[in-house]
C-alpha cells in the first residue's frame, strides 16, 4: 500500500472536516527550530558536529566506558573521581549528546566560550570533553584552595560571580546545582560508584 506524501506547510494538516490539530503549529515550529539548529555546526564550536553526528558516537559509548573516561580524567587532573563522576551525572545524565539550551555541550556541559578557552573544537568528543571539563574543574579547585563548594558554583556561574559574592552566589539555579553534585557525590562514595551503572 502506497502511502500519500507528507503535507509541508502546518496550514496544510487537516483531520477530517477540515479541523486542524490543537497544538500542531508549536510542534512542527519546535520541529523546525531543532532542524535548523543541527542542519551544520553548533554556534561556537568549528568543526563538522551535527547532531547526527553526536548520535552516531553515542552507540559506541556505554555508561561504563564513559565511567571509565571519568575516572581517567580525574586521576589526570589529581581530582576525587566521585566528585567528577557526581558532576556528569548532575550536568547530563552521562548523555555524550547532551545539548542545553544555552548551548552547553557534551557530558560536562561545557559552554562554547569555555571550551574554545580549553581548546576543545568539538564538544561530543567523549574523551576531550571530559578531560577538558576536569581540567577546568581542577583550575577551580585549585583558585578556591580545595574548596569543592566555591569550585562546584565556579564551574556553573563563572569564577567572578564566586569572588564578587565572596560564595557561592545567591542564584537558585547555582545553589541548587552544588546542592545536587554534592549529594551525589556523597551518594557514590558511600555505595561505591558501581551503584550508578544499574
Not at 520541529?31 to 555546526?41: D, E
Not at 558536529?49 to 589529581?78: E, M, Y
Not at 556528569?88 to 562554547?112: F, H, K, N, T, Y
Not at 552566589?169 to 546545582?177: I, K, L
Amino acid at each position: 500500500m502506497k502511502l500519500p506524501p507528507v503535507p509541508g506547510p502546518a496550514a496544510d494538516l487537516r483531520l477530517a472536516g477540515g479541523i486542524r490539530p490543537a497544538g500542531l503549529s508549536r510542534v512542527l515550529a519546535r520541529i523546525g527550530a531543532i532542524k535548523t539548529r543541527f542542519r551544520g555546526p553548533v554556534d561556537g564550536f568549528s568543526g563538522q558536529v551535527g547532531f547526527a553526528r553526536a548520535l552516531a558516537q553515542t552507540p559506541r559509548w556505554q555508561p561504563s566506558a564513559v565511567r571509565d573516561a571519568i575516572k581517567s580524567a580525574a586521576a589526570r587532573h589529581q581530582i576525587e573521581p566521585t566528585l567528577l563522576l557526581a558532576l556528569a551525572e548532575v550536568e547530563s545524565g552521562l548523555r555524550p549528546d547532551a545539548l542545553s539550551e544555552d548551548g552547553a555541550a557534551g557530558i560536562l556541559q561545557l559552554m562554547p566560550a569555555t571550551a574554545r578557552q580549553l581548546g576543545v573544537t568539538d564538544p561530543f568528543d567523549i574523551r576531550a570533553g571530559i578531560d577538558a571539563g576536569a581540567r577546568y574543574l581542577k583550575e577551580h579547585l585549585d583558585r578556591f584552595q580545595g574548596d569543592v563548594p566555591l569550585a562546584l558554583a565556579a564551574y556553573n556561574a563563572g569564577p567572578g560571580a564566586v569572588l564578587r559574592y565572596g560564595g557561592v552566589p545567591p542564584y537558585a539555579e547555582t545553589s541548587r546545582f552544588v546542592a545536587r553534585v554534592l549529594e551525589r557525590q556523597r551518594t557514590l562514595a558511600s555505595t561505591g560508584s558501581r551503584a550508578s551503572t544499574r
